[in-house]
């Protein structure tokens, strides 16, 4: 029965490695994505998404919460999921307007409890940041006539992850508990710049190619204290208090470059302008922290909000168009349950989730400040259960902007769509046969 066990976790975690390592899908569609190492992806899973993106100060016995790695010390069940998200996005000039739309996965995660109540552990894939825009800026030149640039951008950086929590009690009602994830980090990224001289017969275009590989490893602790408590109905209440810190990270890169001038007729390479073979580089990743709270009402209701912030602007931008900046997130939510064993009314036993969030971004574009900011709801609907399974399906739904259409830049407006799968079980468990 073990070795059964054993083998499901084999392949999942093959699927796991095998499905979120190709780098192919694409996974966003803003031209913001263009500066920096790409838009920066959320932590949380759908359940968090939709809550407004907490999950410093949450804990559950059978929910994956990689936010904080001390929450993986309050699983007591063997717990996998996987999430798809699909991003429609609107971009603005404040003139013209486009309609972009993709689909991709951007979680695959396991939970398993080593010593229940004690000891948990977890590991999983998604993404770090995304890089994916196609543009182009046509302007006139007094002696080349019309010059076309035609920008084009791929992939990015993904993170696998390996979390250890252990938690303690304290006394009677409360307790704390302390988690490491560790990271390896892992990518690669292109960017492509076109330019075209269309006045000019015989003439030469320029053609450049950078592209970007990222391989090391990273670490974040976290940790939770929790207060039960009961009120005068002998109903029972959970306080939690949860902080995480990042370390700054200088990841091993590998960086290539090539520009060369061609013939516009013909298109055969001309002179070459620069040539950089696969050298040494370094990505440089910023110290954070965040501190969140909730209260929990148990298999009722739960109410939470969290602050975060990382230390970008300690980090050099050597690009005359944008700098880093220090950002800050600030986000609140909730989750309501009319009735939990409402057995006989499947809709009272439904999760209804909702959240709000605001965050300011990390690249600052000629001088101008991007903030960003979203809208949540969702729901999580409960599967048929199975002695200890309790598996779930769960949508999370966001509507929100990021930017501005003025000073040159684009405001674009998003719809994000999510669906995750939570299966779970007590796993690893002998049963004993009469």
Known sequence: MIMIKLNRVVVLMVVLFSVVAIEAQNTTNSPYSKYGIGILRPDGFTQSRAMGGIGVGLRSYKDINIINPAAHAALTITTFEVGVTNNALSLTDGTETQFKNNTYIDHLSFGIPIIMNKWGMGFGVLPYSSIGYKFEDVFDDPYAGAVTHRREGKGGVNKAYLTNAVQFNLDSNSLIAVGVNGFFYFGNSEHVTNT?????????????????????????????????????????????????????????????????????????????????????????????????????????????????????????????????????????????????????????????????????????????????????????????????????????????????????????????????LTINDRWFIKRKYD
Not at 223 to 251: A, C
Not at 297 to 324: M, P
């Open 196 to 420: 075209a001289f269309g006045d000019l017969q015989n003439g030469y275009n320029v053609l450049s190619v950078q592209e970007f590989s990222v391989a090391d490893f990273g670490a974040e602790i976290g940790s939770q204290y929790q207060k039960s408590f009961k009120n005068e109905k002998n109903e029972q209440f959970k306080l939690i208090l949860g902080v995480t810190y990042g370390m700054d990270r200088k990841l091993k890169s590998r960086y290539s470059e090539f520009i060369s001038s061609y013939h516009s007729s013909t298109g055969e390479y001309a002179d070459t302008i620069s040539l950089i073979d696969d050298v040494r580089a370094i990505t440089q990743l910023p110290g954070q922290y965040g501190v969140g709270i909730s209260l929990q009402k148990n298999n009722k209701w739960t109410i939470g909000i969290d602050y975060r912030s990382s230390n970008w602007g300690a980090i050099a931008s050597n690009s005359g168009v944008f700098k880093y900046n220090s950002n800050y997130s600030l986000a609140a939510g909730a989750e309501w349950i009319p009735k939990y064993d409402a057995f006989s009314n499947y809709l009272k036993r439904v999760a209804y989730r909702f959240g709000a969030r605001y965050n300011t971004s990390y690249i600052m574009i000629n001088d101008e400040d991007l903030t960003e900011y979203g809208i949540t709801f969702g729901m999580g609907l409960p599967i048929r259960r199975q002695e200890s399974a309790i598996p779930s399906l769960n949508f999370g739904f966001e509507y929100g902007k990021r930017g501005q259409s003025k000073n040159g830049l684009i405001e674009e407006t998003f719809f994000n769509f999510s669906v995750g």
